[in-house]
């Protein structure tokens, strides 16, 4: 399996969208590969981080707004 594959998993396995066996696979590389769990930890801190960001609500009319606007840089 590649590095890509294997970075997947992770990604799936911190979502908790892995069958049982394919976590206990995740779990053993993260048991026996410290780079791999170098990965998990940042994939972590990344999750975090963005969980503490603020949360903006948009206007309801944010596609139109923006589509006006587009349309009257282009008549200019």
Known sequence: ???Q???ELLS???DDELSAEE???VERW???D?????LHEEL???RSDLQALPRHKLPENL???VVRRAEQQVLR
């Open 1 to 3: 399996m590649d590095s």
């Open 30 to 32: 993260l048991a026996d």
């Open 12 to 14: 799936a396995y911190l």
């Open 34 to 38: 410290a780079e791999y769990r170098r």
């Open 63 to 65: 596609a139109a707004t």
């Open 44 to 46: 972590l801190s990344l």
């Open 5 to 7: 594959q294997r970075e």
């Open 23 to 25: 976590r206990a696979r």
